[in-house]
C-alpha cells in the first residue's frame, strides 16, 4: 500500500472518530471575558475545524468541526482595551497596588479551577491542534507545574525585598512593580502552555491584560473563562477575538498598551511594535523564528545523535520553536548517519493522537501542507532527494515526513523555517562551513553540537554561545527545564523567559527612598506598624 494510501486509511470515519477519539462535545463559545464579566455574544462567529479530518466512505477527508468562536471586531477590542486601562487606572487599581500575597492567593484560587478542568483542556488540545494524547497531557501539567514554579519564585523574589537597605545616610526599600497594560498573544504550536508563560507571570506582578488566544487552540481556553473571571479584579484580564490584522493594530496604535508579549513571527512582531505611538514606551517579550541547527561532527556518537536530531527535528510534527530545522552533517559520516537516520523516521508510526505509540500527527493548518511540499519541490529541483521512503507523502492533513538531502545553499529549505515534518540535511567538510552557517543566520535561539572530542566542543562552546542563546551538547534543542532561562538573539526573541526571568521582564525596579534621620525612621516605623502601605512593609510571605 502506498504511504498516501496508509496515511488517509489512519484517518478514522466520523463514527470512529466519536467512538475512540475522546472526542469533545461541540463547542459554540457564545461568551467573551470583558470588564470582569462573562458577555454574552451575539455577533459573528468563526467555525473550528480540528486537524483532525473524518474520512468518508469515498477515501475524501473532511476536517472535522468542533464548534465555532465570536470574531470580535474593534468594538469589542476597544471595549477589552478600556476595561484594562481602567483596572490598571494608572498604577492606582486594586490589582498593581494588592500586595503581592494577595495576588498570589487569586492566582492559587485560579490554579484549582484550572485543574479541575484538565480533561476538558487536554482533549480540546488534541482535537484542535493534534498534539498526541500524551503530549497534550504533558502541555497542560507542565503549564500547572509553571504556575506553581512562579509562584514560589515570585514569594522568593518578594521575601528578599521585604528589607531595607541603608546606603550612605539613605534609607531605600526595593520592589518590583508592574508596567501597565499588556497584550498577549500565544502560539498555536504551545497554545496553553507558552501563552500562559507570558500572560502568567504579567498577570501576578500586577499588570492587567488583554488576551488574543491563538489562530488555533482557542476553544481550549474556554473551560478556563469562569476561573478567569471569577479569580481576579474586574477588568484584570479581558479577552479579544477575531481578525488580528484588524484589531491589533488599532491595541498598538492607541499608545495604551505598554507590553507587547507574543509568541510568533518576528515580521508581525517588528510590524506591530513600529505601531505604538511611542515606541520607547512599549516593552516588548517576544519568542520569534528559529531555525536551529545541530552541527554533527566526524567523531560523533552517530546512534546518539541519530536519535535526539529525531527527536529534536520531529517531535509534534517539527512544530515547535525549538526544533531541530536542519542538521549539518561531516561529510565523513554524512552517508552513514543519514542512512540510519532515515531508518529511524521510518519507525515513526503517523496516526490520530489519541493512539498509543504515533508521533507523526495531522496537522492543523491545510495550507502548510502545501508550503511543505512546495519547500520539497524546490529543493528537488536544485539536486536534493527525499531519501526516506514515503517521505513527503500527503493526506488531508497528514504529512509523512521528509528527509531531505543534500541540502545547500540556495535551497528554500536552507534558511526557511519549515515548522513541519521536514528534516534537510547538508553535509561539510569543514567545521567553518557550518560555523559559518550559524553566524549568517537571521536567527540565534540554539544549536546542537554533537562530538566526543572535549578539545572541540571546548572551542565551538566559546563561539557559539555568542551566537545562540543555549548550546545543546549531544542533545536536542529544547526549552525546557522551565527555570533555565528561554531567550535567543537576532531575530529569534526579545527578553527573557524562565520562571524567575518572566517576573523580571514584565515587572520593573520601584523604590522608597528617605533621609536615614529619627523622623524618616519614625514615620516608616509607623507605616510598617500600622500596615500602611502594601508596599512599604517587612511581611514575609509563606
Ligand atoms: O515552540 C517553542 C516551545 O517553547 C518549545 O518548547 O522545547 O519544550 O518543546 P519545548
Request: neutral net charge; hydrophobic residues 40%.
Amino acid at each position: 500500500m502506498s504511504m498516501s494510501k496508509s496515511l488517509l486509511n489512519a484517518f478514522p470515519t466520523e463514527a470512529e472518530a466519536s467512538a475512540d477519539g475522546m472526542r469533545p462535545p461541540k463547542l459554540h463559545q457564545r461568551q467573551i471575558l470583558i470588564d470582569g464579566e462573562l458577555k454574552a455574544w451575539t455577533g459573528p462567529v468563526r467555525s473550528v475545524f480540528s486537524a483532525i479530518c473524518a474520512r468518508g466512505e469515498n477515501g475524501s477527508l473532511e476536517q472535522i468541526e468542533l464548534g465555532s468562536y465570536p470574531i470580535g471586531g474593534l468594538a469589542d477590542a476597544e471595549q477589552a482595551l478600556a476595561a484594562a486601562v481602567a483596572a490598571y487606572d494608572d498604577g492606582r487599581g486594586e490589582w498593581p497596588t494588592m500586595t503581592v500575597a494577595q495576588r498570589i492567593s487569586c492566582m492559587q484560587n485560579f490554579t484549582k479551577q484550572m485543574v479541575a478542568k484538565r480533561d476538558e483542556i487536554v482533549r480540546l488540545i488534541m482535537w484542535e491542534i493534534g498534539k498526541t494524547l500524551s503530549d497534550s497531557q504533558k502541555e497542560f501539567d507542565r503549564t500547572v507545574e509553571y504556575i506553581k514554579a512562579t509562584i514560589d519564585a515570585l514569594k522568593q523574589l518578594d521575601n528578599t525585598n521585604s528589607r531595607f537597605l541603608l546606603v550612605e545616610g539613605t534609607i531605600g526599600q526595593i520592589r518590583r512593580t508592574p508596567l501597565g497594560v499588556v497584550l498577549c498573544m500565544g502560539p498555536y504550536n504551545y497554545p496553553l502552555n507558552e501563552t500562559f508563560a507570558t500572560l502568567i507571570p504579567a498577570l501576578i506582578m500586577g499588570n492587567t491584560m488583554v488576551f488574543k488566544p491563538p489562530k488555533f487552540g482557542v476553544l481550549l481556553f474556554v473551560p478556563l473563562l469562569e476561573a478567569l473571571k471569577s479569580a481576579f479584579p474586574k477588568g484584570v484580564i479581558n479577552t479579544v477575538y477575531g481578525k488580528g490584522a484588524e484589531i491589533v493594530p488599532m491595541l498598538l496604535e492607541s499608545g495604551k498598551v505598554n507590553v507587547l508579549t507574543l509568541i510568533g513571527s518576528s515580521k508581525v512582531a517588528d510590524h506591530l511594535k513600529k505601531m505604538h505611538p511611542k515606541i520607547n514606551r512599549l516593552r516588548a517579550i517576544l519568542g520569534l523564528d528559529a531555525k536551529n541547527a545541530a552541527i554533527i561532527l566526524a567523531d560523533a556518537d552517530i546512534e546518539l545523535a541519530v536519535k535526539e536530531c529525531v527527536l529534536g527535528a520531529l517531535s509534534f510534527n517539527g512544530q515547535r520553536c525549538t526544533a531541530l530545522k536542519i542538521l549539518l552533517v561531516h561529510r565523513l559520516i554524512a552517508d552513514k548517519f543519514v542512512q540510519r537516520f532515515a531508518e529511524e523516521v521510518s519507525k515513526l508510526k503517523a496516526g490520530m493522537p489519541w493512539e498509543s505509540g504515533v508521533t507523526i500527527t495531522p496537522l492543523p493548518e491545510l495550507g502548510k501542507v502545501d508550503y511543505m511540499t512546495r519547500m520539497i519541490e524546490d529543493a528537488s529541483s536544485k539536486g536534493a532527494k527525499v531519501i526516506n521512503e514515503g517521505g513527503g507523502s500527503l493526506s488531508g492533513t497528514l504529512f509523512y515526513p521528509a528527509v531531505v538531502y543534500p541540502v545547500s545553499e540556495g535551497m528554500m529549505l536552507y534558511r526557511e523555517e519549515q515548522f513541519g515534518p521536514i528534516v534537510p540535511i547538508m553535509p561539510f567538510d569543514d567545521i567553518k562551513t557550518a560555523l559559518d552557517y550559524v553566524v549568517t543566520s537571521e536567527h540565534g535561539q540554539q544549536v546542537s553540537v554533537f562530538t566526543q572530542d572535549s578539545g572541540t566542543v571546548g572551542k565551538l562552546v566559546d563561539q557559539l554561545v555568542n551566537q545562540v542563546c543555549r548550546v545543546n551538547i549531544n542533545c536536542q534543542c529544547q526549552r525546557g527545564p522551565d527555570v533555565f532561562a528561554f531567550t535567543g538573539r537576532k531575530d529569534s526573541a526579545e527578553g527573557t523567559l524562565s520562571v524567575t526571568d518572566a517576573l523580571r521582564s514584565f515587572s520593573i525596579r520601584s523604590m522608597i527612598a528617605a533621609k536615614q534621620t529619627d523622623s524618616s525612621k519614625k514615620l516608616l516605623d509607623n507605616i510598617i506598624n500600622d500596615h500602611t502601605s502594601n508596599f512599604i512593609h517587612t511581611g514575609f510571605i509563606f
